[in-house]
């Protein structure tokens, strides 16, 4: 059981990017699932998530109108596409899984979130 991130890589600022995570073992149904990063020096933050029926997703104020989140069923793979980029998203993203969802909602709390990808870095630069 385990989440697979990709996507992450060189952008430069204004650009746009896919990570990709796909869940491996289990399947996105139920579950709620989400992205946080961590730049270097700062604390661990999150940016969206997928609620456990998928019918509804959060991102977080900072990253509105350039970050959505969505997921594939078939594919068992969750997206965060970034679009606007800016030298403060650089970060190493992380996808996470929260497979024991208390609400229908998803929650942006890493506390909420049991397993978790190795993590991709995005690093936006001229």
Do not use: H
């Not at 796909?22 to 709620?32: H, I, K, S, Y």
């Not at 961590?38 to 998928?54: F, K, L």
Request: proline share 4%; glycine share 10%.
């Amino acid at each position: 059981v385990q989440l697979v991130e990709s996507g992450g890589g060189l952008v430069q600022p204004g650009g746009s990017l896919t990570l990709s995570c796909e869940a491996v073992g289990f399947t996105l149904d139920d579950n709620a699932m989400g992205w946080f990063r961590q730049a270097p020096g700062r604390e661990r933050e999150g940016v969206a998530c997928v609620s456990p029926t998928g019918r509804s997703t959060y991102v977080a104020n900072a990253m509105k109108g350039r970050f959505a989140v969505s997921r594939d069923v078939a594919k068992n793979t969750v997206y965060l596409q970034m679009s606007n980029l800016k030298p403060e998203d650089t970060a190493t993203y992380y996808c996470a899984a929260d497979r024991n969802p208390r609400f229908r909602i998803c929650l942006l709390n890493e506390y909420e979130f049991d397993l978790w990808g190795q993590g991709t870095l995005v690093t936006v630069s001229s």
